[in-house]
């Protein structure tokens, strides 16, 4: 959308008609790897930002499927991860989902391991589908359960599997695999074993850390990552229920909770952040804008979002994502059940950067026309 006064040839903007002389310059210019900026100036600093990815929802009915078929075809051992990656038609440069966020469907039978590594890049895990899936970062082993998700900050040993006794299991995979390409700093290391120890009680991380209210005594925590590596759904979807018997919610998000690191209450890692929000039977949110790349999850429910004028169906499974500066609000189309939606962020990189901004759609009630 364009302000009046976005016109490209108002005063202090590139307004430089080709002649042949130009041209001639330009090339001679390209020869010795240099460049007028007037030629490229509108372009690398637009007015607001300009999203490159487009909106798009991956609908689990029509992946799940493919998803399985990899089983068939190849092994964790020989793919080092089995995985189908979200691709955002709007960017061919990079496996990116939306912005500078990675993210796929990782697929692993009951007995299945995928190998230990670390990498400068962070990730997320949000579970799908299936029982006796289970992560181990650093020594920790996490049993992980529909709609849990689990951590493997920047720079741990992880390594995932499914118990011989569990059942096929399907989960999301969330990178900032495209962010830290782009800040040219990625290293990627295969643990030595191919597995690790585990040297802590089963999911040790989320009893000492997760309790409302309570921190273990004489426990510190330094690193930049929360301590927290798993966050479970029950307590999640209780907090959601509990809030919303104190509060409308926000205009824009409905009844939402951030999950956090529980020394800091800061993000749970340095780029990426998430949240879970509910949205009430029939609820309809405002439609606002903000910097930063979100990538929704939806973890119980159905519902559409309207983003830049477009309606997006999702029901539970489907993942969407709204891009930087995109328009976008939220409706639950149940009179009767409340819709949830996992969101990953690159929020906790905007705001530590200083390049957050957010602005309210404010024409027509808060709602977008639809195009
Ligand atoms: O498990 O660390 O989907 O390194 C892609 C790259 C998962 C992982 C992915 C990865 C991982």
């Known amino acids: 959308m364009k302000h009046e006064n976005h016109r490209e040839d108002v005063a202090g903007r590139a307004n430089v008609e080709d002649t042949p002389e130009l041209l001639a310059y330009y090339d001679d210019l390209n020869r010795f790897s240099a460049g007028a900026l007037w030629t490229v100036a509108n372009k690398i600093e637009p007015w607001e930002p300009q999203s490159q990815s487009v909106p798009v929802v991956w609908r689990y009915a029509d992946l799940r499927d493919k998803v399985l078929r990899s089983v068939d075809l190849v092994t964790p051992e020989k793919a080092g991860r089995r995985v189908i990656y979200l691709r955002n038609p709007g960017r061919a440069d990079v496996a990116a989902a939306v912005g500078w966020l990675y993210a796929g469907l990782q697929v692993m039978h009951p007995g299945e391991v995928a190998s230990a590594h670390r990498h400068s890049a962070s990730a997320i895990r949000f579970i799908m589908e299936g029982a006796g899936a289970y992560t181990v970062v650093d020594g920790h082993k996490m049993t992980l359960g529909a709609n849990d998700f689990v951590l493997t900050p920047n720079g741990t040993w992880h390594e995932h599997g499914v118990a011989a006794e569990g059942s096929p299991c399907i989960w999301q995979d969330g990178l900032d695999i495209p962010f830290v390409n782009a800040m040219e700093a990625n290293f990627y290391e295969v643990h030595p074993d191919l597995s690790q120890a585990v040297g802590y009680a089963v999911d040790d991380m989320t009893k000492t850390w997760g ?49 956090v690191n529980p020394v800091t209450n800061g993000p749970v890692m340095q780029t990426m952040g998430a949240s879970m929000q509910m949205l009430r039977p029939g609820e309809h949110t405002k439609a606002h804008r903000h910097t930063g790349s979100y990538l929704y999850h939806v973890a119980k429910g159905r519902g559409h979002s309207i983003i830049n004028g477009k309606r997006f169906d999702w029901q539970e499974r489907d993942i969407f994502c709204v891009p930087s500066w995109a328009w976008h609000e939220h409706v639950n189309a149940s009179a009767s059940d409340d819709a949830c939606l996992f969101c990953l962020s690159d929020i906790p990189v905007m705001r530590a950067l200083g390049l957050y901004r957010e602005q309210a759609f404010g024409e027509n009630g808060g709602h977008q026309p639809i195009l």
């Open 211 to 259: 309790n409302p209210g309570l921190t273990p005594y004489g426990e510190t925590w330094t690193k930049r990552y929360s301590p927290m590596f798993k966050y479970e759904w029950a307590p999640t979807y209780e907090a959601l229920l509990k809030r919303a018997q104190c509060t409308d919610g926000s205009p824009f998000d409905g009844v939402m909770m951030e999950y």
